[in-house]
């Protein structure tokens, strides 16, 4: 089993609906999870960070957290073209602040 | 904002070279990380570093070291390239205790040949 699960996808999306993203992982002493975004060559960067259960909103942005279920999920609302990119996930590694575990990232494609 | 480096963009080399990375922070973090990313496997960590001089390994260290002389800088040495050394290669830092965001360089695509 993977550490950090997501979907690969593609998960195609209309324009202006609404993206769900879903990431599991298996360390139950972690305690930080970060989505990032990935344009195609580029490097990733931050788009939301969740330390606590349940929602935390950021613009169109929505990040879910259930750490009993060891799940944490991204909602993209108002979908735009320019969301299309591959987004992962990521969880801090039990206790060690600043080491990472990513997933291997879901591609989002919106469609006009 | 914090700007992480990368020496190189694109870079070849052939089998058997040695080959240095480059990183640099301007960030004063602690913590600074080399990653490579390839098709279906995400970021797999090689090494992190918490403090000068102080390396750890990751989870695919085999073939790779490192160096960390200064605070603001963090290089990675393929010590004898191969082929399946191809690979993105992604230098990220953060902060220490309490800020755990990591922020990424630009990343070096490299092709050993």
């Known amino acids: 089993q993977k550490e950090v699960e997501q979907n690969s996808g593609p998960l195609s999306v209309p324009e202006g609906a609404i993206a769900s993203l879903n990431c599991t992982y298996s360390?139950?002493?972690?305690?930080?999870f970060f989505w990032y975004r990935q344009y195609s060559g580029k490097s990733p960067e931050l788009i939301m960070f969740?330390?606590?259960?349940g929602d935390k909103e950021d613009g169109r942005f929505t990040a879910q957290l259930n750490k009993a279920s060891q799940y944490v999920s991204l909602l993209i609302r108002d979908s735009q073209p320019s969301d299309s990119a591959t987004y992962l996930c990521?969880?801090?590694?039990?206790?060690?602040?600043?080491?990472?575990?990513f997933g291997a990232g879901t591609q989002v494609v919106v469609t006009p | 904002d914090v700007k992480v480096t990368q020496s190189s963009r694109y870079l070849v080399k052939r089998t058997g070279e040695k080959v240095f990375l480059e990183c640099v922070q301007d960030?004063?973090?602690?913590?600074m990380f080399w990653y490579r990313q390839d098709p279906g496997l995400g970021l797999r960590l090689i090494y992190f570093?918490?403090?000068?001089?102080?390396?750890e390994k990751g989870d695919i260290p085999e073939g790779y070291s490192v160096s960390r002389e200064k605070k603001e800088r963090f290089s990675l040495i393929l010590e004898s390239a191969s082929t399946n050394q191809t690979s993105m290669y992604l230098c990220?830092?953060?902060?220490?205790?309490?800020?755990?965001?990591?922020?990424f360089g630009q990343g070096t695509r490299l092709t050993v040949v």
């Open positions: 990521a969880v801090n590694r039990g206790r060690s602040w600043g080491k990472l575990q």
């Open positions: 960030m004063d973090h602690e913590n």
């Open positions: 969740i330390y606590s259960n």
């Open positions: 360390d139950r002493g972690s305690q930080s």
């Open positions: 990220a830092s953060s902060p220490g205790q309490g800020g755990t965001e990591a922020f």
């Open positions: 570093s918490y403090d000068v001089k102080m390396k």
